[in-house]
């Protein structure tokens, strides 16, 4: 069955502090997506990457780093944590192609700073 | 560029109600791509549905069902008979036909089944 594993489900940093999410997959997927979610806004495409080593921007990257050095894991940077960054923060991967492969997704991980 | 707006917030009901989610969207892909999305409590993001533009035929699933119209550019979503663990954020989203698909998704609405 298909997962996607993020480390955490709850995480409170200090402001300042340099976050790291983790998420893993194990469907072999090449493209995986970092998104956050808050009340009324949906969700937000952070970063995504379409094959190891390469990232590209999504809608709000400001304050944000990626990094994929393998294929099955994705990691999301907070590199100065803000309290404007506390927000459910989730995790997808989907297969490669033009639109349509659907995107799974991890558990989330709520993320509070103080 | 690409919009999903799903008007109604939150929505409350009595179980064995029919309920639907209205779905809006924009975008200038002549091919593209919708999804419906459920997210219970548990905080999953979970898959239920996706549909190309060129297939307009309404899809039924037991008790749910989904209304394509692209004249009116929407892709409703109703829950025949809902019941307690029907509630849950629902989310609409729209993937052009690029590569990477990328999602563009609506704001969610919240729908609660009272006992």
């Known amino acids: 069955d298909v997962k996607v594993t993020q480390s955490s489900r709850y995480l409170v940093k200090r402001t300042g502090e340099k976050v790291f999410l983790e998420c893993v997959q194990d469907m072999d997927h090449e493209n995986m997506f970092w998104y956050r979610q808050d009340p009324g806004l949906g969700l937000r495409l952070i970063y995504f990457?379409?094959?190891?080593?390469?990232?590209e921007k999504g809608d709000i990257p400001e304050g944000y780093s990626v990094s994929r050095e393998k294929k099955e894991r994705f990691s999301l940077i907070l590199e100065s944590a803000s309290t404007n960054q506390t927000s459910m923060y989730l995790c997808?991967?989907?297969?490669?192609?033009?639109?349509?492969?659907?995107?799974?997704f991890g558990d989330g991980t709520r993320l509070s700073i103080l | 560029a690409q919009k999903v707006t799903q008007a109604q917030t939150e929505i409350s009901v009595v179980e064995k109600e029919d309920v639907t989610l209205d779905c809006v969207y924009e975008t200038r892909d002549t091919t593209y791509y919708l999804f419906w999305y459920k997210q219970p409590p548990s905080g999953e993001l979970v898959f239920l549905i996706r549909r190309n533009s060129f297939d307009e035929q309404n899809e039924i699933s037991g008790r749910y069902s989904w209304n394509f119209q692209k004249s009116t550019s929407s892709f409703n979503f109703t829950i025949t008979a809902s019941q307690v663990v029907d509630s849950a954020v629902y989310f609409c989203a729209l993937s052009g036909g690029n590569a990477g698909n990328m999602l563009t998704f609506g704001g969610g609405t919240r729908l609660m089944v009272k006992p």
């Open positions: 997808a991967s989907s297969s490669a192609g033009t639109g349509g492969q659907p995107q799974h």
């Open positions: 990457s379409y094959d190891v080593k390469m990232k």
